[in-house]
């Protein structure tokens, strides 16, 4: 599966606790990445600043659904059952 352009959920979803630029303490689950853009793209894609974490995110169906909605309740979830 293709990551859907703008949807931006795996920026807002899950927590990362990894320093990254404008957030040197990471982001809680559900907070919006401040390196997010307005149109639900990642200011970092391709940087060397980018939080591996973040990097090794693999869009699937099973973890993204079929819309911005969905995923952002389906990797809710997963972080909520794996913290």
């Known amino acids: 599966m ?3 352009a703008g949807c ?3 920026c807002i979803a899950p927590s990362i606790y990894t320093p990254m630029p404008n957030m040197p303490h990471g982001k809680k689950a559900g907070e919006r990445c ?3 853009t307005d ?3 990642c200011s970092l894609f391709g940087l060397p600043e980018r939080p591996s974490f973040c990097s090794a995110f693999v869009a699937e169906e099973a973890v993204c659904g079929n819309n911005q909605i969905e995923a952002i309740r389906l990797i809710g979830w997963l972080e909520g059952v794996t913290c």
Do not use: T
């Open 2 to 4: 293709e990551c859907r």
């Open 8 to 10: 931006g959920a795996c």
């Open 34 to 36: 401040l390196n997010l």
């Open 39 to 41: 149109d639900n793209f």
